[in-house]
């Protein structure tokens, strides 16, 4: 979310509105990538190139496709953090469940 909101004020400053729709676009492209846990700069290179070479299976530069194509660009560690996160998330929420104790009266 930070992304997004930091963003919002980049964006309207583009210089054109051409130009904030390419700018969504890459980020878009950026974002896919890391939701799959991509090594970001290897798909993006990967992908820009074969577009501008003129492939048009679009199906196959998708970042589960390519995911599956490219093993060496998974970032392990991103499903680990976001399993460690979800884990300190539980145990917080479980505190909070907890019955208060009560202190004796003085």
Do not use: Q
Request: charged residues 35%; proline residues 5%.
């Amino acid at each position: 979310m930070k992304r997004v909101a930091t963003g919002r004020k980049n964006w309207l400053f583009k210089g054109s509105l051409s130009a904030g729709e390419r700018a969504a676009n890459l980020l878009t492209i950026i974002g896919s990538a890391i939701r799959n846990d991509l090594d970001v700069r290897a798909y993006l290179d990967d992908v820009l190139r074969r577009a501008l070479a003129g492939e048009t299976d679009w199906s196959s530069m998708a970042p589960h496709a390519w995911k599956a194509d490219h093993p060496e660009a998974i970032r392990e560690y991103r499903a680990e953090e976001r399993r460690h996160a979800a884990d300190r998330k539980r145990t917080r929420r479980a505190r909070r469940r907890l019955p208060k104790k009560s202190t004796p009266p003085h």
